[in-house]
């Protein structure tokens, strides 16, 4: 069936760094991924819309220049996390669907992000 | 503002008994349902949803109930196994699969299931 991957699964970086987050459809044509974010305890979070080809769509309140979102080919999405900071810590789950009308909904396993 | 909440954070069941999980929405604009099953560390798996011109939907020991004047739905997992033990979370949406805003998914906050032997 259809996979989405997602890479890195866990990742710790510095305060300040940046960080990438790939999100890759492996056997389907993704027009269209989601980022969401999970704190703990907590429900996933809608972050952006992320069309192929074109600009992604932010939620209200979701910084687009502090988290950088490309949707370059139709499998692979990127998820920027521009000058990390600790309250930035969180885990980032990508979804995406293929191009038919009754085309499911897929989740990466997610990446935990860790900012020291 | 908590459009989808799932007010009990944890359930624990017997196996072989049926697990209830309940979610309650304030949106009135969505019309299409799912609920996910989650693992720690891993992202929700899909397992069943329903579209708001249904009341019922069943899937093998998965069946999932829409009232939509109580703005209400529910899960109901018969007979439970210990393998269903997991995080649930329902999720709603403006728009069924068929529509562009497919995928943009309100979720609850979940609920702990633990199915016990």
């Known amino acids: 069936g259809a996979v989405v991957s997602q890479h890195p699964s866990w990742v710790i970086c510095k305060s300040g760094t940046s960080v990438k987050i790939e999100c890759r459809s492996l056997?389907?044509?993704?027009?269209?991924m989601f980022w969401y974010r999970q704190f703990p305890k907590q429900s996933l979070m809608l972050m952006a819309t992320?069309?192929?080809?074109?600009?992604?769509?932010?939620e209200q309140g979701v910084e687009k220049d502090k988290f950088l979102i490309n949707h370059a080919s139709l499998t692979l999405s990127t998820l920027t996390v521009t000058s990390a900071h600790p309250e930035d810590s969180s885990f980032y789950i990508c979804?995406?669907?293929?191009?038919?009308?009754?085309?499911?909904?897929?989740f990466g396993n997610g990446t935990r992000l860790t900012v020291t | 503002d908590q459009q989808v909440k799932q007010n009990s954070p944890s359930l624990s069941v017997q196996e072989g008994r049926i697990s209830i999980l309940n979610c309650d929405y304030t949106?009135?604009?969505?019309?299409?349902f799912l609920w996910y099953k989650k693992y720690p560390a891993e992202g929700p798996t899909f397992l069943i949803s329903?579209?708001?011109?249904?009341d019922k939907n069943e899937d093998g020991r998965f069946t999932v109930f829409l009232n939509k004047s109580a703005k209400h739905l529910s899960l109901h997992i018969v007979p439970s196994q210990p393998g269903d033990s997991a995080v649930y979370f329902c999720?709603?949406?403006?728009?069924?699969?068929?529509?562009?805003?497919?995928?943009?998914?309100?979720f609850g906050q979940g609920t702990i299931l633990t199915v016990h032997p």
């Open positions: 979804s995406a669907r293929g191009r038919g009308l009754d085309s499911p909904l897929h």
């Open positions: 056997d389907f044509q993704a027009t269209t």
């Open positions: 992320s069309n192929e080809g074109s600009k992604a769509t932010y």
């Open positions: 949106n009135s604009m969505f019309d299409y």
């Open positions: 329903i579209s708001s011109i249904k």
């Open positions: 999720a709603a949406s403006v728009g069924n699969a068929g529509g562009t805003s497919y995928g943009k998914l309100t």
